[in-house]
């Protein structure tokens, strides 16, 4: 009787034992995910790099002689032309100078008068048979000295005279004063810079390109040129010069791009020089938030089997960053759907789950489904 009553009582806690296990068994997630389709590989890559406008020929101008400056009348933004004074010194040294060298000229002159005057008078004495030959050949040794003399001091005369007027810097050429090196009351040697004088005309953007990349760019090579401050101003530039050797600090190529004539351009501005380069590679577009890191620390993406709707790592080689997003060379092909929002949740084998427009996208990419253009 006891076990009769007992069965039912195993029964039911049988059948509730094995509802227990069955609400502990956690079901399988399923994470939803957005994806992009990955578009045919490129074989060409977009250059980018950033440089300042300035003028083609731009030189410091410092006096040819050296000096204490006694007055700058110049400052940075300044507009000057040819033959404008930017700068003076004390000239009162090369005055002296120049007066002393006047003085000695006239003393050569008045030399090379009495020395032609006895010469003249011993050749008339030896046509007399008077004088000795010896008499006029040391006659006209003397003259021929105080020739020389006389030439020597006219040259002393001109050095002063160019030296009084190298202590006032005139401007070569019209531009414009784009910075200040010295001012009133500092003592400069000859060449020393006092003030740079960006020459009007021909404007150039002048970069630093690595040097991986500096094949990309050769003398008359047409680029694209835009500017930070004016995002409507696009200009064709032409590649002018590329630099023979590397900078040995920064390791990178001097190159500047001459700029056709717009008055909307103006020295110092930012601009960007772009320009399309072969690649000797396939690379993959992708936006920056498909991109994470492996267990090894490496480059990897999500991948979205369409069949089974599960995700799978893949390692890639990142080649660069551009303002869509980066660039890989390997690990994809055409056609992969790849994951972009998520990837933080993935692991491999994870079940997900696409919006409505990625599932069409992958029914398409998988043949599941016709587009409709086809069934008509």
Not at 360 to 371: D, K, N, R
Request: hydrophobic share 45%.
């Amino acid at each position: 009787m006891y076990k009769k009553a007992l069965l039912p009582l195993l029964l039911v806690a049988t059948l509730a034992g094995c509802s227990a296990e069955t609400a502990e068994t956690p079901k399988e997630p399923v994470r939803p995910v957005k994806v992009v389709e990955i578009a045919p590989a490129a074989t060409t890559r977009e250059l980018s790099y950033s440089g300042a406008v300035r003028a083609r020929s731009e030189a410091p101008a410092g006096f040819r002689v050296g000096g204490k400056i006694v007055d700058r009348q110049v400052d940075i933004g300044d507009r000057v032309v040819a033959g404008d004074v930017l700068a003076r010194i004390d000239a009162t040294d090369y005055e002296l100078s120049f007066a002393s060298a006047r003085a000695s000229l006239l003393a050569a002159e008045r030399q090379l008068e009495t020395a032609d005057f006895a010469l003249k008078r011993a050749d008339q004495l030896f046509k007399q048979q008077v004088a000795a030959k010896a008499q006029l050949e040391q006659a006209q040794l003397t003259h021929n000295q105080a020739v020389a003399a006389r030439d020597s001091a006219r040259a002393t005369l001109s050095q002063a005279e160019n030296q009084v007027g190298y202590a006032v810097l005139k401007a070569d050429r019209d531009g414009i004063v784009t910075a200040v090196h010295a001012d009133a009351g500092q003592v400069v040697a000859a060449g020393t810079p006092v003030v740079t004088v960006a020459v009007d005309g021909e404007k150039e953007v002048s970069i630093a390109v690595p040097e991986g990349d500096v094949f990309a760019f050769s003398p008359g090579k047409a680029v694209e040129v835009g500017f930070w401050s004016n995002d409507n101003l696009a200009l064709n530039g032409t590649v002018r010069e590329v630099a023979g050797s590397a900078d040995a600090a920064s390791r990178t190529f001097a190159v500047r791009v001459s700029l056709p004539a717009d008055r909307r351009v103006l020295l110092g501005m930012t601009a960007s020089v772009k320009t399309v380069a072969d690649s000797d590679q396939p690379l993959f577009s992708l936006p920056l938030s498909a991109l994470a890191r492996g267990p090894s620390d490496r480059a990897i993406v999500w991948t979205v089997d369409p069949a089974a709707q599960t995700v799978h790592e893949r390692p890639v080689t990142v080649v660069d960053f551009s303002e869509a997003g980066v660039r890989v060379s390997d690990g994809l092909k055409a056609g992969d759907l790849v994951v972009v929002a998520g990837t933080q949740f993935m692991t491999e084998d994870l079940k997900v789950k696409l919006s409505d427009g990625d599932a069409q996208q992958a029914a398409l990419a998988t043949g599941s489904i016709v587009p409709s253009s086809q069934t008509r």
